[in-house]
């Protein structure tokens, strides 16, 4: 009876980490999607551990409050390796999947760190150069990539140059898309270095202290080509590496698919970080379209394999909806597809839990191959 219990609890906790990351970081919620089933549960624990100490200054109302809540996480990491039992959800599917994978701490204690100095940061404190934001975004985006690769029992040099360079970019672009959030909290750009500030005449000295002021919004938008040109150059070191890494390590690389779209939406703003466009979609990408493009990339590894063409979008998207489609039909025969339903990705997986008595998170973690053709929000009727 105890067992039984016990195995409720976790089944419990591992559906709030999917709902977690569903809810608090989407685009990473559908890379995760593309993981063998073996991957998933620890991807997506690891995921939402950094959902919970990533929100954790967000959602306080005092920051002490807030750093508090990072000291616990830090504390509760301890523990977990103490095989203390947490009553928190995230911490117990983390603890089951670090028992479970042997997950060096490090990595874990790394990304709360880093938290923990950010958040101890005087509000107008300002970093000196990029590198500075690289080494954060080292410390969080890479790490949560390092811990999935050794999570999935992969150990690649090259694996883990490659989300090196994969996690600095994605966390330089998302600290790029957060800068009109921080600007409004505490209206203070704290993550543009000065020397790039200094160089488009935002920087101000007040009392001995540097301040960036938004006198001009076309300044702004170069600060933020700068610092996206950095990202791109970590993108594009990434995809150099694609003849080295181990193809069962190229999923747990996805994330570099979503840091390109952002780059992408960059550029048709013309860096803007305030045009209104980048709060659509999928980081300002229509949903369908970030998909489409997402699965692509699965399928073809394009990321990892400059020697192949990119297609031009239309065509990648024509080509993967037929491809799909002939897939689905060889693999259900008994199924019948229609493409142009209305049914979205999440709907139509509901369906197919249903009809297999799966709960939700079942339907993550057991049913890839019927997610992936629901992805495309394509209705399933039987025969």
Same mark, same amino acid.
């Given at each position: 009876?105890?067992?039984?219990?016990?195995?409720?609890?976790?089944?419990?906790?591992?559906?709030?980490?999917?709902?977690?990351?569903?809810?608090?970081?989407?685009?990473?919620?559908?890379?995760?999607?593309?993981?063998?089933?073996?991957?998933? +549960?620890?991807?997506?624990?690891?995921?939402?551990?950094?959902?919970?100490?990533?929100?954790?200054?967000?959602?306080?109302?005092?920051?002490?409050?807030?750093?508090?809540? =990072?000291?616990?996480?830090?504390?509760?990491?301890?523990?977990?390796?103490?095989?203390?039992?947490?009553?928190?959800?995230?911490?117990?599917?983390?603890?089951?999947?670090?028992?479970?994978?042997?997950?060096?701490?490090?990595?874990l204690k790394r990304l709360v760190e880093a938290r923990i100095n950010d958040a101890r940061k005087e509000v107008n404190e300002i970093p000196e150069k990029i590198e500075e934001l690289e080494r954060y975004a080292e410390d969080t985006a890479s790490t949560i990539l390092y811990t999935t690769l050794q999570a999935s029992g992969i150990q690649s040099t090259a694996a883990d140059h490659a989300a090196s360079h994969v996690g600095?970019?994605? #966390?330089?672009?998302?600290?790029?898309?957060?800068?009109?959030?921080?600007?409004?909290?505490?209206?203070?750009?704290?993550?543009?270095?000065?020397?790039?500030?200094?160089?488009?005449?935002?920087?101000?000295?007040?009392?001995?202290?540097?301040?960036?002021?938004?006198?001009?919004?076309?300044?702004?938008?170069?600060?933020?080509?700068?610092?996206?040109?950095?990202?791109?150059?970590?993108?594009? +070191?990434?995809?150099?590496?694609?003849?080295?890494?181990?193809?069962?390590?190229?999923?747990?690389? =996805?994330?570099?698919?979503?840091?390109?779209?952002?780059?992408?939406?960059?550029?048709?703003?013309?860096?803007?970080?305030?045009?209104?466009?980048?709060?659509? #979609?999928?980081?300002?990408?229509?949903?369908?379209?970030?998909?489409?493009?997402?699965?692509?990339?699965?399928?073809?590894?394009?990321?990892?394999?400059?020697?192949?063409?990119?297609?031009?979008?239309?065509?990648?998207?024509?080509?993967?909806?037929?491809?799909?489609?002939?897939?689905?039909?060889?693999?259900?025969?008994?199924?019948?597809?229609?493409?142009?339903?209305?049914?979205?990705?999440?709907?139509?997986?509901?369906?197919?839990? +249903?009809?297999?008595?799966?709960?939700?998170?079942?339907?993550?973690?057991?049913?890839?191959?019927?997610?992936?053709?629901?992805?495309?929000?394509?209705?399933?009727?039987?025969?």
């Open positions: 009876m105890n067992g039984t219990f016990q195995s409720s609890s976790l089944r419990a906790a591992f559906s709030h980490c999917v709902q977690q990351v569903r809810s608090y970081d989407y685009h990473h919620y559908l890379c995760l999607l593309e993981l063998p089933p073996n991957m998933r +549960k620890a991807a997506f624990a690891i995921r939402a551990f950094n959902i919970e100490i990533a929100r954790a200054m967000d959602v306080a109302s005092d920051p002490r409050i807030g750093l508090m809540r =990072l000291v616990w996480w830090q504390e509760a990491i301890d523990k977990i390796y103490t095989k203390k039992t947490i009553e928190h959800p995230t911490a117990q599917a983390l603890s089951s999947v670090i028992h479970e994978n042997k997950i060096t701490k490090g990595w600095k970019a994605s #966390g330089l672009l998302l600290l790029i898309k957060s800068l009109p959030y921080h600007a409004s909290r505490n209206r203070h750009f704290s993550y543009i270095p000065i020397e790039v500030a200094k160089k488009h005449g935002l920087l101000v000295e007040r009392g001995g202290q540097s301040e960036i002021h938004l006198d001009s919004r076309e300044s702004l938008c170069n600060v933020v080509f700068d610092m996206a040109s950095v990202a791109n150059v970590h993108l594009q +070191k990434a995809r150099g590496l694609a003849g080295t890494v181990p193809a069962e390590a190229r999923p747990v690389l =996805l994330p570099a698919v979503p840091a390109q779209v952002l780059l992408d939406s960059l550029r048709r703003v013309h860096f803007d970080v305030f045009d209104l466009r980048l709060a659509k #979609g999928v980081l300002g990408l229509p949903p369908l379209w970030f998909q489409l493009k997402l699965k692509w990339h699965s399928w073809r590894a394009l990321l990892l394999h400059p020697e192949m063409p990119i297609l031009p979008m239309k065509f990648e998207a024509k080509t993967a909806i037929e491809e799909l489609k002939q897939q689905a039909i060889e693999e259900q025969p008994r199924m019948a597809i229609c493409l142009e339903g209305p049914l979205q990705r999440d709907h139509a997986a509901s369906h197919i839990g +249903k009809r297999s008595g799966l709960s939700f998170p079942d339907q993550v973690f057991a049913l890839p191959r019927l997610a992936a053709v629901a992805l495309f929000r394509i209705p399933i009727e039987e025969a």
